[in-house]
Protein backbone atom coordinates (compact mmCIF):
# COMPACT_ATOMS: atom_id res chain seq x y z
CA UNK A 1 0.00 0.00 0.00
CA UNK A 2 3.05 2.71 0.66
CA UNK A 3 4.66 1.65 -2.34
CA UNK A 4 1.17 2.67 -4.39
CA UNK A 5 1.30 5.26 -2.60
CA UNK A 6 4.65 7.25 -2.00
CA UNK A 7 6.39 5.15 -4.83
CA UNK A 8 8.89 1.79 -3.60
CA UNK A 9 11.71 3.81 -2.34
CA UNK A 10 10.65 6.80 -0.69
CA UNK A 11 7.96 3.75 1.31
CA UNK A 12 11.27 1.77 2.03
CA UNK A 13 12.99 4.39 3.75
CA UNK A 14 10.10 5.72 5.70
CA UNK A 15 8.12 2.06 6.86
CA UNK A 16 7.89 2.99 10.35
CA UNK A 17 6.33 6.12 9.76
CA UNK A 18 3.17 5.77 11.21
CA UNK A 19 2.35 9.73 10.27
CA UNK A 20 2.13 7.99 6.58
CA UNK A 21 -1.12 7.70 5.86
CA UNK A 22 0.44 4.72 3.57
CA UNK A 23 2.17 2.75 6.04
CA UNK A 24 -1.29 4.00 8.59
CA UNK A 25 -3.40 1.68 6.33
CA UNK A 26 -0.87 -0.80 6.15
CA UNK A 27 -0.83 -1.46 9.47
CA UNK A 28 -4.44 -1.72 10.33
CA UNK A 29 -4.66 -3.61 7.03
CA UNK A 30 -2.33 -6.44 8.94
CA UNK A 31 -4.17 -5.79 11.93
CA UNK A 32 -7.34 -7.25 10.14
CA UNK A 33 -5.47 -10.66 9.26
CA UNK A 34 -4.34 -10.72 12.99
CA UNK A 35 -0.92 -9.25 11.56
CA UNK A 36 -0.88 -10.98 8.96
CA UNK A 37 0.16 -9.30 5.25
CA UNK A 38 -0.64 -10.96 2.33
CA UNK A 39 -4.06 -10.41 0.66
CA UNK A 40 -7.02 -8.31 1.75
CA UNK A 41 -9.68 -9.00 3.74
CA UNK A 42 -12.65 -9.85 1.60
CA UNK A 43 -15.93 -8.01 2.09
CA UNK A 44 -15.19 -4.69 3.84
CA UNK A 45 -15.75 -1.56 1.69
CA UNK A 46 -12.07 -0.55 2.98
CA UNK A 47 -10.78 -3.58 1.20
CA UNK A 48 -12.21 -1.92 -2.38
CA UNK A 49 -11.12 1.47 -1.56
CA UNK A 50 -7.16 -0.20 -0.57
CA UNK A 51 -7.35 -2.56 -3.84
CA UNK A 52 -8.02 0.50 -6.14
CA UNK A 53 -5.39 2.65 -4.73
CA UNK A 54 -3.25 0.13 -5.82
CA UNK A 55 -4.89 -0.69 -9.16
CA UNK A 56 -5.11 2.45 -10.17
CA UNK A 57 -1.60 2.97 -9.87
CA UNK A 58 -0.94 -0.09 -12.20
CA UNK A 59 -3.70 1.63 -14.81
CA UNK A 60 -1.19 4.67 -14.61
CA UNK A 61 1.77 2.83 -15.61
CA UNK A 62 -0.21 1.11 -18.32
CA UNK A 63 -0.87 3.89 -19.43
CA UNK A 64 2.24 5.37 -20.02
CA UNK A 65 3.37 2.62 -21.82
CA UNK A 66 0.67 3.31 -24.70
CA UNK A 67 -2.22 0.88 -23.38
CA UNK A 68 -5.29 3.43 -23.30
CA UNK A 69 -7.86 0.64 -24.61
CA UNK A 70 -8.02 -0.50 -20.82
CA UNK A 71 -11.20 -1.55 -19.12
CA UNK A 72 -10.74 -2.95 -15.36
CA UNK A 73 -14.15 -4.03 -13.13
CA UNK A 74 -12.62 -4.35 -9.92
CA UNK A 75 -9.68 -6.72 -10.61
CA UNK A 76 -10.82 -8.24 -14.19
CA UNK A 77 -8.85 -6.55 -16.84
CA UNK A 78 -10.31 -6.34 -20.63
CA UNK A 79 -7.73 -5.06 -23.30
CA UNK A 80 -8.64 -4.42 -26.85
CA UNK A 81 -5.67 -4.99 -28.96
CA UNK A 82 -5.04 -4.74 -32.66
CA UNK A 83 -4.03 -8.05 -33.13
CA UNK A 84 -2.30 -10.99 -30.87
CA UNK A 85 0.99 -9.39 -30.85
CA UNK A 86 -0.20 -6.75 -29.31
CA UNK A 87 -2.17 -8.80 -26.95
CA UNK A 88 0.59 -11.04 -25.98
CA UNK A 89 2.23 -7.50 -24.99
CA UNK A 90 -0.44 -6.16 -23.17
CA UNK A 91 -0.16 -9.14 -20.90
CA UNK A 92 3.52 -9.23 -20.49
CA UNK A 93 3.17 -5.36 -19.30
CA UNK A 94 0.23 -6.15 -17.11
CA UNK A 95 2.00 -8.74 -15.38
CA UNK A 96 5.52 -6.89 -15.08
CA UNK A 97 3.32 -3.79 -13.76
CA UNK A 98 1.40 -6.21 -11.27
CA UNK A 99 4.73 -7.96 -9.78
CA UNK A 100 6.44 -3.70 -8.52
CA UNK A 101 3.40 -5.07 -5.82
CA UNK A 102 4.06 -8.62 -5.58
CA UNK A 103 0.63 -9.72 -7.82
CA UNK A 104 0.44 -11.74 -9.80
CA UNK A 105 -2.19 -12.83 -13.16
CA UNK A 106 -4.37 -15.64 -12.85
CA UNK A 107 -3.78 -17.59 -15.80
CA UNK A 108 -6.72 -19.92 -15.48
CA UNK A 109 -8.72 -16.43 -16.15
CA UNK A 110 -7.07 -15.41 -18.54
CA UNK A 111 -7.62 -15.70 -22.21
CA UNK A 112 -7.24 -14.02 -25.49
CA UNK A 113 -10.37 -14.36 -28.01
CA UNK A 114 -10.90 -12.66 -31.79
CA UNK A 115 -13.33 -10.18 -32.17
CA UNK A 116 -16.38 -9.79 -33.11
CA UNK A 117 -18.18 -11.85 -30.35
CA UNK A 118 -21.73 -11.52 -28.85
CA UNK A 119 -21.83 -8.59 -25.89
CA UNK A 120 -24.11 -11.53 -23.93
CA UNK A 121 -23.23 -15.17 -22.89
CA UNK A 122 -25.26 -17.94 -24.60
CA UNK A 123 -27.44 -18.52 -21.78
CA UNK A 124 -28.51 -14.94 -21.53
CA UNK A 125 -29.36 -14.56 -25.19
CA UNK A 126 -31.65 -18.23 -25.17
CA UNK A 127 -33.52 -17.11 -22.03
CA UNK A 128 -34.25 -13.61 -23.78
CA UNK A 129 -35.65 -15.22 -26.55
CA UNK A 130 -38.58 -16.90 -24.19
CA UNK A 131 -41.25 -14.27 -25.03
CA UNK A 132 -43.83 -13.87 -21.87
CA UNK A 133 -47.39 -12.87 -23.14
CA UNK A 134 -47.26 -9.00 -22.43
CA UNK A 135 -50.44 -9.42 -19.85
CA UNK A 136 -51.22 -7.57 -16.87
CA UNK A 137 -51.47 -10.63 -15.16
CA UNK A 138 -49.65 -13.29 -16.39
CA UNK A 139 -50.44 -17.29 -15.96
CA UNK A 140 -48.65 -19.97 -13.66
CA UNK A 141 -48.28 -21.52 -17.35
CA UNK A 142 -45.81 -18.68 -18.40
CA UNK A 143 -43.70 -18.69 -15.96
CA UNK A 144 -43.28 -22.43 -16.08
CA UNK A 145 -41.64 -22.36 -19.34
CA UNK A 146 -39.19 -19.44 -18.03
CA UNK A 147 -38.52 -21.45 -15.32
CA UNK A 148 -38.40 -24.86 -17.16
CA UNK A 149 -35.95 -23.22 -19.69
CA UNK A 150 -33.61 -21.92 -16.92
CA UNK A 151 -32.92 -25.49 -15.09
CA UNK A 152 -32.35 -27.01 -18.68
CA UNK A 153 -29.60 -24.24 -19.40
CA UNK A 154 -28.05 -24.66 -16.03
CA UNK A 155 -27.95 -27.70 -16.02
CA UNK A 156 -25.56 -27.90 -19.52
CA UNK A 157 -23.75 -25.10 -18.33
CA UNK A 158 -23.22 -26.33 -14.88
CA UNK A 159 -23.97 -22.66 -13.36
CA UNK A 160 -27.17 -22.02 -11.26
CA UNK A 161 -26.95 -18.15 -12.84
CA UNK A 162 -29.59 -18.85 -15.62
CA UNK A 163 -32.20 -19.85 -12.53
CA UNK A 164 -31.38 -16.86 -10.62
CA UNK A 165 -31.40 -14.93 -13.41
CA UNK A 166 -35.21 -16.30 -14.23
CA UNK A 167 -35.86 -15.52 -10.47
CA UNK A 168 -35.14 -11.64 -11.38
CA UNK A 169 -37.34 -11.43 -14.53
CA UNK A 170 -40.09 -13.40 -12.37
CA UNK A 171 -39.85 -10.46 -9.79
CA UNK A 172 -40.42 -7.81 -12.32
CA UNK A 173 -43.30 -9.57 -13.50
CA UNK A 174 -47.42 -9.25 -12.55
CA UNK A 175 -48.88 -12.78 -11.96
CA UNK A 176 -52.13 -14.09 -11.37
CA UNK A 177 -53.09 -15.35 -7.91
CA UNK A 178 -52.77 -18.96 -8.55
CA UNK A 179 -49.91 -18.44 -10.30
CA UNK A 180 -48.30 -16.87 -7.72
CA UNK A 181 -48.88 -19.70 -5.37
CA UNK A 182 -47.71 -21.85 -8.19
CA UNK A 183 -44.35 -19.59 -8.53
CA UNK A 184 -43.70 -19.56 -4.87
CA UNK A 185 -44.14 -23.61 -4.55
CA UNK A 186 -41.98 -24.43 -7.76
CA UNK A 187 -39.35 -21.79 -7.04
CA UNK A 188 -38.88 -22.95 -3.20
CA UNK A 189 -38.58 -26.17 -4.33
CA UNK A 190 -35.65 -25.08 -6.84
CA UNK A 191 -33.74 -23.41 -4.11
CA UNK A 192 -34.25 -26.53 -1.77
CA UNK A 193 -31.80 -28.60 -4.49
CA UNK A 194 -29.90 -25.33 -4.69
CA UNK A 195 -29.05 -23.09 -1.39
CA UNK A 196 -27.24 -20.83 -3.73
CA UNK A 197 -30.82 -19.65 -4.80
CA UNK A 198 -32.03 -19.02 -1.45
CA UNK A 199 -30.99 -15.25 -0.85
CA UNK A 200 -32.71 -14.57 -4.28
CA UNK A 201 -36.45 -15.98 -3.61
CA UNK A 202 -37.09 -13.26 -0.66
CA UNK A 203 -36.07 -10.78 -2.30
CA UNK A 204 -37.87 -11.20 -5.50
CA UNK A 205 -40.14 -14.31 -5.24
CA UNK A 206 -41.76 -13.83 -1.76
CA UNK A 207 -41.76 -9.87 -1.52
CA UNK A 208 -43.22 -9.61 -5.02
CA UNK A 209 -45.85 -12.56 -4.89
CA UNK A 210 -47.33 -12.59 -2.07
CA UNK A 211 -50.63 -14.28 -1.65
CA UNK A 212 -53.21 -15.06 1.53
CA UNK A 213 -51.32 -18.32 2.91
CA UNK A 214 -47.64 -17.35 1.65
CA UNK A 215 -46.39 -17.23 5.24
CA UNK A 216 -47.51 -20.92 6.04
CA UNK A 217 -45.37 -21.75 2.97
CA UNK A 218 -42.95 -19.96 4.25
CA UNK A 219 -43.01 -21.69 7.35
CA UNK A 220 -42.44 -25.14 5.55
CA UNK A 221 -40.09 -24.01 3.54
CA UNK A 222 -38.08 -22.65 6.31
CA UNK A 223 -38.08 -26.07 8.39
CA UNK A 224 -36.99 -28.03 5.06
CA UNK A 225 -33.90 -25.47 4.95
CA UNK A 226 -32.65 -25.94 8.35
CA UNK A 227 -33.19 -29.93 7.64
CA UNK A 228 -30.80 -29.53 4.86
CA UNK A 229 -28.69 -27.09 6.11
CA UNK A 230 -28.12 -29.31 9.64
CA UNK A 231 -27.53 -32.76 7.43
CA UNK A 232 -25.19 -31.14 4.95
CA UNK A 233 -23.23 -28.27 7.21
CA UNK A 234 -24.78 -25.50 4.96
CA UNK A 235 -24.33 -23.07 7.42
CA UNK A 236 -25.55 -20.11 4.75
CA UNK A 237 -29.22 -22.34 4.54
CA UNK A 238 -29.12 -22.41 8.36
CA UNK A 239 -29.06 -18.98 8.49
CA UNK A 240 -31.88 -18.15 6.43
CA UNK A 241 -34.26 -20.54 7.82
CA UNK A 242 -33.93 -18.23 11.50
CA UNK A 243 -33.71 -15.19 9.27
CA UNK A 244 -37.42 -16.56 7.71
CA UNK A 245 -38.67 -17.26 10.89
CA UNK A 246 -37.61 -13.93 12.38
CA UNK A 247 -38.51 -11.93 9.47
CA UNK A 248 -41.80 -13.39 8.77
CA UNK A 249 -42.43 -14.13 12.62
CA UNK A 250 -43.28 -18.28 12.90
CA UNK A 251 -41.60 -20.95 15.15
CA UNK A 252 -39.55 -23.49 13.84
CA UNK A 253 -40.24 -25.70 16.80
CA UNK A 254 -36.85 -26.33 17.41
CA UNK A 255 -36.46 -29.27 19.63
CA UNK A 256 -33.43 -29.66 21.81
CA UNK A 257 -31.67 -31.97 19.79
CA UNK A 258 -31.79 -29.72 16.89
CA UNK A 259 -30.82 -26.34 19.18
CA UNK A 260 -27.85 -28.68 20.45
CA UNK A 261 -26.50 -29.41 16.90
CA UNK A 262 -26.65 -25.86 15.92
CA UNK A 263 -24.25 -24.96 19.21
CA UNK A 264 -22.10 -27.77 18.20
CA UNK A 265 -22.07 -26.19 14.14
CA UNK A 266 -20.95 -23.06 15.84
CA UNK A 267 -21.44 -20.36 13.23
CA UNK A 268 -21.19 -16.89 13.75
CA UNK A 269 -24.07 -15.72 11.97
CA UNK A 270 -26.70 -18.64 13.09
CA UNK A 271 -25.89 -17.82 16.59
CA UNK A 272 -27.08 -13.87 16.20
CA UNK A 273 -29.71 -15.34 14.37
CA UNK A 274 -30.95 -17.64 17.06
CA UNK A 275 -30.69 -15.31 19.88
CA UNK A 276 -32.55 -12.87 17.59
CA UNK A 277 -35.34 -15.77 17.12
CA UNK A 278 -35.16 -16.49 20.88
CA UNK A 279 -35.69 -12.92 21.83
CA UNK A 280 -38.73 -12.51 19.01
CA UNK A 281 -40.41 -15.70 21.08
CA UNK A 282 -39.29 -14.72 24.46
CA UNK A 283 -37.95 -18.46 24.45
CA UNK A 284 -36.06 -17.50 27.95
CA UNK A 285 -34.32 -20.96 28.42
CA UNK A 286 -32.86 -20.53 24.69
CA UNK A 287 -31.78 -17.15 25.70
CA UNK A 288 -29.98 -18.42 28.45
CA UNK A 289 -28.02 -21.05 26.59
CA UNK A 290 -26.97 -18.57 23.99
CA UNK A 291 -25.81 -16.79 26.82
CA UNK A 292 -23.99 -19.65 28.43
CA UNK A 293 -22.08 -20.57 24.92
CA UNK A 294 -21.11 -17.05 24.49
CA UNK A 295 -19.36 -16.79 27.90
CA UNK A 296 -17.42 -19.48 26.78
CA UNK A 297 -15.72 -17.29 24.12
CA UNK A 298 -14.78 -15.24 26.88
CA UNK A 299 -11.35 -17.75 27.59
CA UNK A 300 -10.67 -17.64 23.94
CA UNK A 301 -7.32 -16.14 22.56
CA UNK A 302 -8.56 -12.97 21.57
CA UNK A 303 -7.92 -13.74 17.69
CA UNK A 304 -10.50 -16.78 18.54
CA UNK A 305 -12.85 -14.40 19.36
CA UNK A 306 -12.44 -12.47 16.60
CA UNK A 307 -14.24 -14.86 14.78
CA UNK A 308 -18.08 -14.36 16.71
CA UNK A 309 -17.32 -10.80 17.30
CA UNK A 310 -21.01 -9.97 15.92
CA UNK A 311 -22.33 -12.64 18.22
CA UNK A 312 -20.18 -10.85 21.07
CA UNK A 313 -20.74 -7.66 20.42
CA UNK A 314 -25.02 -9.00 20.51
CA UNK A 315 -24.96 -10.71 23.70
CA UNK A 316 -22.24 -9.15 25.92
CA UNK A 317 -23.18 -5.79 28.02
CA UNK A 318 -20.76 -2.98 27.81
CA UNK A 319 -18.58 -3.97 30.23
CA UNK A 320 -17.78 -7.30 29.71
CA UNK A 321 -16.74 -6.20 25.77
CA UNK A 322 -13.97 -3.77 28.12
CA UNK A 323 -13.09 -7.08 29.73
CA UNK A 324 -12.67 -9.18 26.79
CA UNK A 325 -10.46 -6.35 25.18
CA UNK A 326 -13.25 -5.41 22.75
CA UNK A 327 -13.07 -1.56 23.68
CA UNK A 328 -14.11 -0.55 20.05
CA UNK A 329 -17.28 -2.88 20.15
CA UNK A 330 -18.13 -1.36 23.83
CA UNK A 331 -17.89 2.10 22.56
CA UNK A 332 -20.78 1.25 19.81
CA UNK A 333 -22.54 -0.53 22.77
CA UNK A 334 -22.29 2.56 24.62
CA UNK A 335 -23.93 4.47 21.63
CA UNK A 336 -26.86 1.78 21.17
CA UNK A 337 -25.71 0.67 18.07
CA UNK A 338 -27.41 -2.01 15.86
CA UNK A 339 -26.24 -3.95 13.20
CA UNK A 340 -29.19 -6.65 12.94
CA UNK A 341 -32.32 -5.66 11.33
CA UNK A 342 -35.17 -6.99 10.03
CA UNK A 343 -36.92 -5.02 6.89
CA UNK A 344 -40.75 -4.86 7.32
CA UNK A 345 -43.06 -7.34 6.50
CA UNK A 346 -44.16 -7.30 2.93
CA UNK A 347 -48.05 -6.56 2.79
CA UNK A 348 -50.53 -9.38 1.08
CA UNK A 349 -51.87 -7.35 -1.99
CA UNK A 350 -55.48 -9.63 -1.53
CA UNK A 351 -57.56 -10.80 0.87
CA UNK A 352 -58.56 -14.43 0.31
CA UNK A 353 -62.64 -13.19 -1.13
CA UNK A 354 -60.66 -10.73 -3.76
CA UNK A 355 -58.62 -13.91 -5.08
CA UNK A 356 -59.01 -14.06 -9.12
CA UNK A 357 -60.87 -17.05 -10.53
CA UNK A 358 -58.85 -18.22 -12.95
CA UNK A 359 -59.25 -20.65 -16.05
CA UNK A 360 -58.11 -24.38 -14.48
CA UNK A 361 -54.48 -24.98 -15.70
CA UNK A 362 -53.22 -28.91 -16.24
CA UNK A 363 -50.46 -27.98 -14.04
CA UNK A 364 -49.82 -29.23 -10.43
CA UNK A 365 -47.90 -27.98 -7.17
CA UNK A 366 -45.03 -30.89 -6.89
CA UNK A 367 -42.92 -31.18 -3.63
Not at 106 to 114: A, G
Not at 304 to 311: H, P
Amino acid sequence: IPWALNGKNIAKKNREDLADMGNLLDRVTQGLRDGQTNGLLIGPVSSSIISEIILTRVDAELCNKGYNGIRRNIDDYEYFARDNHDAQNFLHELGMSLREFELTINDKKTNISKLPKPMDDAWIRRIRRIRLPKKNSLCYSSIKVLLDWSVEISAKIKKSSPIYYAFKIIGDKRLNERAKKMTVQHCMNLSMSIPYLVPAIDEYIFEKHTFVGIKDKIESYAKSLLDIGMQRLYTDTIAYSIYFACRYQFSLHLTSEEIGTLLQINDCICLVLLHEYAIQHNNQNLIKTLKSHADTLKIMERRDMDRYWLFVYQLFSEQELIDSDQSFLAVLKSKSFQFVHFHPLPSSSKTASDAISETSEDEAIYF
